[in-house]
């Protein structure tokens, strides 16, 4: 099956400076993909560079089978929607939610009744005659949004839309996106440096680094099955932790001989880092509490808690495995019932199945 977006390729250099080196990627119709990586990555150039704003230095881009690498940004098949959210501050939400379909020169009316049904979709149905500065901000990203879905676009794209709103709007935002795209079927593009943000909304994430795809996965993918070091460190929390392979096919981590559940370890002696996400590190009272023979079992000190509503983040010294001590997350209700404090000895446990183990260079192991 072709895919309804195809990058390949992809170079765009600013002088000296390439600020992506090679971008192949593949996107489905109906798809909801996000760009997710730091500031600097490439994520919002190769967005700009799909939309036509930025034009390619190598590369070949086609969308629904047409080649549009070379195409104008007017002649290419998409709706975008901008941090800024760059409405017409003189126009009001009718005038601006037209634009599009004004330049299309269509119909009044026809114009008219596509401007209620996309402001009903948004939610803001009766605000055709308010200006920008009459509403807030995420007022004004609906707007903008609506704006951007007026001509029936085939792609949708979203440049970091949500970042320049407060936490409590941009999560129920984000929500009313997903909402709306699922609804629409529209294939869509989210560039986020928000974590939160692409692992709550995507069908895939596109993890970039360096103007480089360092993962494209589901958000259980990418967060459950890191591709690189950078991604596992980037995408959520984790302890990051010094190991050594066994001739036995086992880990040394830290003074703690570990069972493991990773393929193709290099060879005995071999320096590795070890990634364990805090939620994959078991506490308990004692070590009994993992029966008899449990594997990769330690004692450990509590030496911090941060309490964070539905969970509380625990800081632990286990010498045995870390050096830096490691984190964990707890219920409130363990804590409680536990009545843990600092200094309160436990016994925590390595899910050997959770254990992501790369190369201390890079690779994957």
Known sequence: MTPYLRLQGIVKRFGSFTALHGIDLAIERGEFVCFL?????????????????????????????RDISTLAPAQRDYGIVFQSYA??????????????????????????ERVAELLRLVGLPGTEAKYPSQLSGGQQ??????RALATSPGLLLLDEPLSALDAIVRVHLRQEI????????????????????????????????????????????????????????????????AAQALPDGRLRIGATVCE?????????????????RPEDVAVAASAAHFGEGASNVVPATLDKLEFLGAYCLARLAAPAVAEQGLTAVLSPHFVTEQALAPGRALALRLRPERLRVFGAAAGSA
């Open 37 to 65: 990586g730091p500031s600097g990555c490439g994520k919002t150039t190769l967005l700009r560079v799909v939309a036509g704003l930025e034009a390619q230095s190598a590369g070949r881009i086609e969308q629904g089978g």
């Open 260 to 276: 493991h559940a990773a393929a193709g370890l290099p060879a005995a002696g071999g320096a590795l880092q070890v990634y364990l």
């Open 141 to 146: 990203q609906r707007i903008a949004l609506a």
């Open 178 to 241: 997903r909402s709306l795209q699922r609804t629409l079927g529209v294939t869509t593009i989210m560039v986020t440096h928000d974590q939160e943000e692409a692992l709550s909304v995507a069908d895939r994430i596109v993890v970039m680094n360096h103007g480089v795809i360092e993962q494209v996965g589901t958000p259980e993918q990418v967060y459950r099955e890191p591709a690189t070091p950078f991604v596992a460190d980037f995408v959520g929390r984790v302890n990051v932790l």
């Open 87 to 112: 409405l017409f501050p003189n126009l009001n939400v009718a005038d601006n939610v037209a634009y599009g379909l004004v330049n299309r020169r269509t119909p009044r009316a026809q114009a008219r």
